[in-house]
Nanobody, 123 residues
Framework: QVQLVESGGGLVQAGGSLRLSCAASGRTFSSYAMGWFRQAPGKEREFAAAITWSGGTTSYADSVKGRFTISRDNAKNTVYLQMNSLQPEDTAVYFC????????????????WGQGTQVTVSS
């Protein structure tokens, strides 16, 4: 079992930055690949970024590539999402999730989910 708790969301102006954190409980955190998803009002949950068990490989959706950076610290059982150059279209609830498959963009491939943290970008 892995429990995930996101934090770090908030209100930021366009062009600004935020860093999201996802703290995991459970001894098996390092066994899971991790992903960040986001869901805007009225839209489906979409993949944003993923990272392997070791943190050595990452993948990104085209919409965030070059602006967002995913990382993890297995000693702290935490995964991060550094978000730069934020735009109003990045406004969404951001979720972290754990998967046995690296780079999966399908929500069905993720076994555990956090409750989400709201990110709002004003223009």
């Amino acid at each position: 079992q892995v429990q995930l708790v996101e934090s770090g969301g908030g209100l930021v102006q366009a062009g600004g930055s935020l860093r999201l954190s996802c703290a995991a409980s459970g001894r098996t955190f390092s066994s899971y690949a991790m992903g960040w998803f986001r869901q805007a009002p009225g839209k489906e949950r979409e993949f944003a970024a993923a990272i392997t068990w070791s943190g050595g490989t990452t993948s990104y959706a085209d919409s965030v590539k070059g602006r967002f950076t995913i990382s993890r610290d297995n000693a702290k059982n935490t995964v991060y999402l550094q978000m730069n150059s934020l735009q109003p279209e990045d406004t969404a609830v951001y979720f972290c999730a754990a998967s046995l498959y690296f780079g999966a963009t399908d929500t069905n491939k993720y076994n555990y989910w956090g409750q989400g943290t709201q990110v709002t970008v004003s223009s």
